[in-house]
């Protein structure tokens, strides 16, 4: 069956450290995988998509199709990346996104 | 552009109860989708809407409904409300499929007493 697993449910790590929000995946296909977030008292978006290779605001994510994991990393954590973090898998066959159940990530000062 | 926008912002009722919220979605976006947010459920998928035709479907009860007009506005009805249907209803708008960016509304506060 198709799923997203976010293990944490909460991390919490002090300004200027590294963060890693963890993401693994169940597909047996090729996968395209997104990362949205969601700031206090903002709108849900997108971070980033793994097809575009793209870092956003610093952080990077990798697909390790060997691990099946799509982890969000930045190297040096800002109070402004406080937020909720969702893992979200497209599986191409079907039209809905697979959703983790989404970390939160609070940096302390 | 402006984004996508729900009404109302926030609701009360009361169990037994139907409620119909909206969603106007980023002008050019043929693909609406519902979601309900919780803190212990995260996002739940409702519906998604392409063309006025539902192409896809989440697990929640029949109470649960919705539609899309031709200028690809949708609604979501809930009937019958109860308790456990306090949350917060984020629609999504997108050019096509899934994959593409999804855009999300600021979301209804729904709250069941």
């Known amino acids: 069956a198709q799923r997203v697993t976010q293990p944490e449910k909460l991390l919490s790590v002090f300004k200027g450290a590294p963060v890693e929000l963890k993401c693994n995946y169940s597909?047996?296909?090729?996968?395209?995988l997104f990362w949205y977030v969601q700031y206090s008292r903002q709108r849900l978006q997108l971070l980033l998509r793994?097809?575009?290779?793209?870092s956003i605001k610093g952080f990077t994510a990798d697909l390790n199709k060997g691990e099946t994991s799509f982890h969000l990393k930045k190297p040096f954590a800002q109070e402004e990346d406080s937020a909720m973090y969702y893992c979200?898998?497209?599986?191409?066959?079907?039209?809905?996104?697979?959703w983790g159940a989404g970390t939160k990530l609070i940096i302390k000062p | 552009k402006a984004g996508v926008t729900q009404t109302p912002r926030y609701l009360i009722k009361t169990r037994g109860q139907q409620v119909t919220l909206s969603c106007s979605p980023i002008?050019?976006?043929?693909?609406v989708s519902w979601y309900q947010q919780t803190p212990g459920q995260g996002l739940q998928f409702l519906f998604e809407?392409?063309?006025?035709?539902?192409?896809n479907k989440g697990n929640f009860p029949g109470r649960f409904s919705g539609r899309q007009f031709s200028n690809s506005r949708s609604e979501m009805n809930v009937s019958t409300l109860e308790l456990g249907d306090s949350a917060l209803y984020l629609c999504?708008?997108?050019?096509?499929?899934?994959?593409?960016?999804?855009?999300f509304g600021p979301g209804t506060r729904l709250t069941v007493l």
């Open positions: 999504a708008s997108s050019l096509d499929r899934a994959r593409d960016t999804q855009y």
């Open positions: 002008s050019g976006h043929r693909s």
């Open positions: 809407y392409f063309s006025e035709t539902q192409r």
């Open positions: 597909y047996s296909g090729s996968p395209e």
């Open positions: 793994h097809i575009s290779r793209e």
């Open positions: 979200a898998l497209y599986p191409g066959s079907n039209y809905q996104l697979i």
